[in-house]
């Protein structure tokens, strides 16, 4: 059974950073399109970042531009969500999730079938 589990989120202060980690059991992550998404209380998830397996083009959300890197370590079957000058505005609870094609058209929930349970964000003073 398609696996996917997130970790390192948690609380930081606004500014700060913290680096998500999604991590694939039973397939390679190498052969999918990958998504991080997020959800806050009261709003729907939207799209963050996201990544192709081709040639490794990206998305990111305007909202995330310049402060969110997303990136693979096909070694270790895990794909990375940087998230660098945090805003409380991006306090949320944030998943990835698989495509099971190569290539991503658009960075929203229904074009990834495969989730993992979510990770919390927090940023607060």
């Known amino acids: 059974q398609l696996q996917l589990v997130e970790s390192g989120g948690g609380l930081v202060q606004p500014g700060g950073s913290l680096r998500l980690s999604c991590v694939a059991s039973?397939?390679?992550?190498?052969?999918?399109?990958i998504g991080w998404f997020r959800q806050a209380p009261g709003k729907e998830r939207e799209g963050v970042s996201c990544?192709?397996?081709?040639?490794?083009?990206?998305y990111y959300a305007d909202s995330v531009k310049g402060r969110f890197t997303i990136s693979r370590d096909n070694a270790k079957n895990t794909v990375y969500l940087q998230m660098n000058s945090l805003k409380p505005e991006d306090t949320a609870v944030y998943y990835c999730?698989?495509?099971?094609?190569?290539?991503?058209?658009?960075?929203?929930?229904?074009?990834?079938?495969?989730w993992g349970q979510g990770t919390q964000v927090t940023v607060s003073s």
């Open positions: 039973e397939f390679t992550l190498d052969y999918y399109a």
């Open positions: 990544i192709s397996s081709i040639n490794g083009s990206t």
């Open positions: 999730a698989a495509r099971l094609l190569r290539l991503f058209r658009l960075c929203v929930p229904p074009e990834f079938g495969y």
